[in-house]
């Protein structure tokens, strides 16, 4: 079993900046790839970004916050991070940390399928 817990959500003017935290337990958490994932208001779960188990590389994000968020992990805390700047009310949501816990490729991160465990999100609001 894998507890996901994140913090760091909030409400930020437009322009602004937040980052958001995910702990994890119950399991080597250097071992799990992780994923960042959001839902806005009536829409569909949608990848956000994702980083490897061990180092960190490779890391993949969606295109509307290329250059705009970063993904890190912090193996010896057991966390992952995802830090956002230049926020727009687009950025909206609550997000979700996500681990996958079998030992699989790197594949494709983006689906929501593959992931294992489920935070139980952290609201962001941006206010245009």
């Known amino acids: 079993q894998v507890q996901l817990v994140e913090s760091g959500g909030g409400l930020v003017q437009a322009g602004g900046s937040l980052e958001l935290s995910c702990v994890g337990s119950?399991?080597?958490?250097?071992?799990?790839?992780m994923g960042w994932f959001r839902q806005a208001p009536g829409k569909e779960r949608a990848f956000v970004a994702a980083i490897r188990r061990g180092n960190g590389h490779p890391t993949l994000y969606e295109d509307s916050v290329k250059g705009r968020f970063t993904i890190s992990r912090d193996n010896a805390r057991n966390a992952v991070y995802l830090k956002m700047s230049s926020l727009n009310a687009e950025d909206t949501a609550v997000y979700y940390c996500?681990?996958?816990?079998?030992?699989?490729?790197?594949?494709?991160?983006?689906?929501?399928?593959?992931?294992?465990?489920w935070g139980q999100g952290t609201q962001v609001t941006v206010s245009s």
């Open positions: 119950g399991r080597a958490f250097s071992s799990n790839d």
């Open positions: 996500a681990a996958v816990v079998l030992p699989t490729g790197w594949g494709t991160p983006t689906f929501s399928l593959k992931y294992d465990y």
